[in-house]
């Protein structure tokens, strides 16, 4: 609230709307992004996980392509886009491989 001359007047409040379908679990996993037909590989750290995306953490989002594989030790590698990018984190959503 602020106080205006007197009168209370509320302060407009926005708030990020959300979009995704199912909810996400925060989580610290280590995982590598792999790209350019498995010849770079960029270490990493899932920072929170839902069935159709994630927030990856990395040293550095420059040079990691719109499209790769995440490979999650024990599991198959889903294959991602990039759905937002920000300076050491991206959110990816996860896609059918392609044949």
Not at 47 to 58: H, I, M, T
């Amino acid at each position: 609230m602020q106080i205006l001359y007197g009168l209370c007047r509320e302060t407009e409040v926005t708030l990020r709307r959300e979009h995704r379908l199912t909810p996400r679990r925060n989580t610290m996993i280590q995982a590598t992004i792999v790209f350019s037909g498995g010849q770079k590989q960029v270490p990493c750290i899932i920072r929170n996980l839902s069935d159709g995306g994630a927030k990856l953490e990395v040293a550095k989002v420059a040079g990691i392509p719109q499209t790769f594989d995440l490979l999650v030790p024990r599991q198959q590698p889903h294959h991602c886009r990039v759905a937002w990018r920000a300076l050491k984190e991206l959110g990816v959503a996860f896609e059918p491989r392609r044949t």
